[in-house]
């Protein structure tokens, strides 16, 4: 294993285990076993550190999401996809949150995931088996994602973040579903 990859494989430990406020350049030294000229050459400071660790996450993410769908019907796979982003805020709770920091800083940090769900949404609205317009839908779609996602922040309890997931994807999907008035 790269010196590089051990510090990122430290420091995700020390996330996941005592919260972002444990996520020291001291800590992840120590517990990477290296000096912090080491970690600063690689990473620059903690921020970059951060940034560094927010780019693998979502990279590892993007992989899983981006990998061929089980189903050919473009809600089956709008659902996986919700399904997926819930259950890496419910497993990875502390990476998630700081992803969550640097993309309100950074928006361009969910532009692929974005226009993945953005694609579903559009093929829905292609079959009429959502309304328009396209940027709404994927718009309200994406809200309540998020909102589900929020409650994980929180400390609500998992049983509760997923029912309130599915209520929510069930509301937006049935909103999108019914015929224009």
Known sequence: M?????????????LEQQ?????TTRAVCEAAGVKAPTLYHHFGDKD?????????GLANFMRRKQQPPASADPLDQLRAGWDLALDFALKRPALHALFAHHARAQPALVAEAYALMHGRVQRLVDLRRFRGPVDAAARAVWAASNGALALVHLGTARKDV???SDLL???????LSRPAP
Do not use: H, K, P
Not at 2 to 14: K, P, Y
């Open 2 to 14: 790269d010196t590089e990859t051990a510090i990122l494989d430290a420091a995700e430990a020390l």
């Open 169 to 175: 994807f069930n509301a937006v999907v049935a909103e």
């Open 48 to 56: 970059g550190l951060e940034r560094a660790l927010v780019q693998r």
């Open 19 to 23: 919260g972002q406020s444990a996520l």
């Open 162 to 164: 997923e029912a309130a």
